[in-house]
């Protein structure tokens, strides 16, 4: 059978099989966990673009990243977004703030 899955991201569930009309308990199904797990949904960004506002030596140099993705994501303080890779700068590494 086929079910649709929702719009938004969701952890797997635990599915139970039992039967009527005979004597069997519910039990629950194994799964073969990762993404073949029963309804599980993962984001992904389908759009993923990062620019820079100048390539000229000791300037300084805006970054803009532009991010958007499937399902229902919605920005909220505990929301973490990691951009790796930007390395070769005389920026400190850490946590720079970003603006919205």
């Known amino acids: 059978f086929v079910l649709v899955n929702p719009k938004i991201a ?16 519910p039990s ?5 966990g990762g993404a073949a797990a029963p309804l599980l949904v993962e984001l992904d960004f389908t759009e993923r673009e990062i620019w820079q506002s100048t390539a000229s030596a000791r300037a300084l140099n805006t970054i803009r ?36």
Do not use: K
């Open 10 to 25: 969701q952890f797997a569930v635990e599915v139970q099989v039992s039967s009527s009309g005979t004597a069997i308990s």
């Open 65 to 100: 990243v532009t991010l958007m993705a499937s399902g229902g994501v919605r920005l909220t303080p505990s929301l973490g977004i990691t951009v790796a890779g930007l390395t070769g700068s005389t920026t400190e590494s850490g946590m720079i703030p970003v603006s919205l």
């Open 28 to 32: 629950t199904m194994t799964s073969p």
